[in-house]
């Protein structure tokens, strides 16, 4: 496995070591130990999540305010322009964000760690995207950022207006959201 950095540190860029020939490919997608050693440290995934989203689908920026969720991202169809955002005002990097595009081709994932908001925006026809996360959903801590919000700036390859969920349509500038310490 290759560790990518990003411009923001504790976000990392996983590019696994594929083995392939004319039969297909094989890759080990996850080694806790391999992991640990390039995030440094330890991370418990709780639970595995798979969503399908068609082109223009923007999903996010999601976190959870309580029992915050650490994040590793991939797609297995398709492609996505992944999203995060650090939201940890004690942080030099805080209101920054770092955006990969991840593919089926290039099987890279994404980790994003806890306090965080996290979006993709699907530039393929559609996308299956799978994420790991070291704490469970739990709705009641959920919170949204906007995802056009002009103080974060995020520079979406949009074509038009994207495709978003009634409940990303309320998300709050980060001005008005919950933040971390």
Not at 86 to 115: H, K, M, Y
Not at 128 to 146: N, Q, V
Request: proline letters at 7%.
């Amino acid at each position: 496995m290759k560790i990518v950095p990003t411009e923001i540190p504790d976000v990392v860029v996983i590019e696994p070591k594929v083995f392939g020939d004319a039969r297909g490919f094989f890759f080990e997608s996850f080694n806790s130990a391999q992991f640990a050693a390039a995030v440094g440290r330890r991370v418990d995934f709780v639970q595995d999540n798979h969503s399908r989203s068609a082109k223009g689908v923007l999903r996010g920026l999601h976190y959870q305010i309580h029992r915050p969720q650490g994040k590793l991202v991939r797609v297995v169809r398709g492609a996505v322009f992944d999203v995060a955002v650090d939201l940890r005002r004690s942080s030099p990097t805080f209101g920054r964000w770092v955006g990969v595009e991840l593919t089926e081709g290039n099987q890279r994932q994404l980790w994003i760690p806890e306090g965080f908001a996290h979006g993709f925006l699907v530039l393929s026809d559609t996308a299956d995207f799978l994420y790991k996360t070291s704490e469970y959903y739990a709705p009641e801590y959920e919170r949204c950022i906007a995802w056009n919000d002009p103080a974060i700036g995020i520079d979406w390859p949009l074509e038009g207006l994207p495709n978003l969920s009634a409940k990303d349509q309320q998300g709050l500038p980060l001005a008005d959201a919950d933040q971390f310490p």
